[in-house]
Nanobody, 123 residues
Framework: QVLLVESGGGLVQAGGSLRLSCAGS????????MGWFRQAPGKEREFVAA????????YYADSVKGRFTISRDNTKNILYLQMNSLKPEDTAVYYC????????????????WGQGTQVTVSS
């Protein structure tokens, strides 16, 4: 059963924009918190952004703050990540995730994960 499916990745030039989408099903959007993570080759998976359902609070890694915007449409069960002013260091596979066990910034605590979508930013 596929619970989270990312889309919208691709190749863009530095300074460009891209919007990622994550379609959820089942219990994934019942989670209070959903988030985006990314992993570059040879690097550990890192937190990008998260959003709460009950309050609508958003959380961002310092590296993307002011450039990325996370949002969710609970009616359509879609999680979004709007990425602006992209930099080459943003190049990574981006994953959406749902239902953290504890620390929302930890890539080890989420119960549900998508398969990932590649984002490549050229300089």
């Amino acid at each position: 059963q596929v619970l989270l499916v990312e889309s919208g990745g691709g190749l863009v030039q530095a300074g460009g924009s891209l919007r990622l989408s994550c379609a959820g099903s089942g219990p994934t959007f019942g989670s209070n918190v959903m988030g985006w993570f990314r992993q570059a080759p040879g690097k550990e998976r890192e937190f990008v952004a998260a959003i709460s359902r009950s309050v609508g609070s958003t959380y961002y890694a310092d590296s993307v703050k002011g450039r990325f915007t996370i949002s969710r449409d609970n009616t359509k069960n879609i999680l979004y990540l709007q990425m602006n002013s992209l930099k080459p260091e943003d190049t990574a596979v981006y994953y959406c995730a749902a239902n953290p066990a504890g620390d929302i910034r930890s890539g080890r605590g989420y119960q549900y994960w998508g398969q990932g979508t590649q984002v490549t930013v050229s300089s």
